[in-house]
């Protein structure tokens, strides 16, 4: 099956700070990808998408790079506020289906 | 408030019973889509329907099925339970397919005993 993992179950970060959410994919023919924010109680949230074609997305506050040659995508999230701390994950759409990582805790420390 | 609507919000239910887990979409949404959340394995993608029409299949089990109804809102039944079967159960609807944003309900949380 696919592999999409999180190189780090944990990260906390000053409020203010930037912070940095990383994921690695296995499948190098996944064509879409999406990071969620989970918030305690509640269902995953939408954040930001990246097709394959691109290397960089940008929303408000968040922007999302792309790496095909490593199959690494990365979350950035500017000027961390203590809203942001709920559990993140990457999803990479493969074939027909999602495959989702296990997601990062963060934590913004006021 | 996603727009996405789950009932029950819990259900505590024993060994070998069967369950109706019911999702309506966002409006105007034609997909739905269910994963499985759970603390060993995380977030499983379950099964796509689209305008009624079943459109992916992920890592769902034989013990489980689901359909959209013509009104668009999503059943997903669970038989012969399991202690396993102890989850999240999330729906999800988009506009149209797996590469439009999806927006998730705030889950069913099931538990077999």
């Known amino acids: 099956g696919e592999s999409v993992g999180l190189h780090l179950p944990t990260l906390s970060v000053q409020e203010g700070d930037n912070s940095i959410i990383n994921c690695a994919y296995s499948?190098?023919?996944?064509?879409?990808f999406i990071w969620y924010k989970q918030e305690s109680g509640k269902g995953p949230q939408f954040i930001i998408d990246i097709r394959s074609n691109m290397d960089k997305r940008q929303g408000q506050r968040v922007t999302v790079l792309l790496n095909k040659t490593v199959k690494h995508l990365s979350l950035q999230i500017a000027a961390t506020q203590p809203g942001d701390s709920a559990v993140y994950f990457c999803?990479?759409?493969?074939?027909?289906?999602?495959?989702f990582g296990t997601g990062t805790s963060l934590t913004v420390i006021p | 408030d996603s727009g996405v609507t789950q009932t029950p919000k819990h259900l505590i239910t024993a060994t070998g019973q069967r369950v109706t887990l019911r999702c309506s979409p966002r409006s105007g949404d034609l997909s739905v889509y269910w994963y499985q959340q759970s603390l060993d394995q995380g977030l499983q993608f379950l099964i796509q329907y689209y305008n009624g029409e079943e459109r992916a299949k992920g890592n769902i089990l034989e013990r489980f099925s689901a359909q959209q109804f013509p009104d668009l809102h999503s059943e997903l039944n669970l038989s012969s339970l399991e202690l396993g079967d102890s989850a999240l159960y999330f729906c999800a609807s988009s506009v149209m397919g797996m590469n439009t944003e999806a927006f998730f309900g705030q889950g069913t949380r099931l538990t077999v005993v």
């Open positions: 499948n190098s023919a996944s064509d879409y």
């Open positions: 999803a990479e759409r493969g074939g027909n289906q999602f495959y």
